[in-house]
């Protein structure tokens, strides 16, 4: 069974960065598209940004230009580069596979103070 290990999380100021990291264990990763998700208090999970298998790249509107993804085949691990961080960032982060989600790990805690 695959399982998903996020880190990487933590308390920054507003404008501040953070590097995520998401290690997934099993021999498709390398084959797969990968994701990386959030949930805000009190609001649905959302997705925030995508890559697949030939490192083409995807990301909501709303962390254009502020978050970079990123994967490494040989450590089967997916990074999430967030720069410029807003209070509206806040959330507990996780990663999945795009295409056919796995069990949720337990997630990082992001935390943005204005």
């Known amino acids: 069974q695959v399982q998903l290990v996020e880190s990487g999380g933590g308390l920054v100021q507003a404008g501040g960065s953070l590097r995520l990291s998401c290690a997934a264990s099993g021999s498709i990763f390398r084959f797969s598209a990968m994701g990386w998700y959030r949930q805000a208090p009190g609001k649905q999970r959302e997705w925030v940004a995508f890559i697949n298998s030939g490192f083409d790249t995807n990301y909501v509107d709303s962390v254009k230009g502020r978050f970079t993804i990123s994967r490494d085949n040989a450590k089967n691990t997916v990074y999430l580069q967030m720069n410029n961080l807003k209070p509206e960032d806040t959330a507990v982060y996780y990663c999945?596979?795009?295409?056919?989600?796995?069990?949720w790990g337990q997630g990082t805690q992001v935390t943005v103070s204005s």
């Open positions: 999945n596979f795009r295409d056919s989600l796995r069990p």
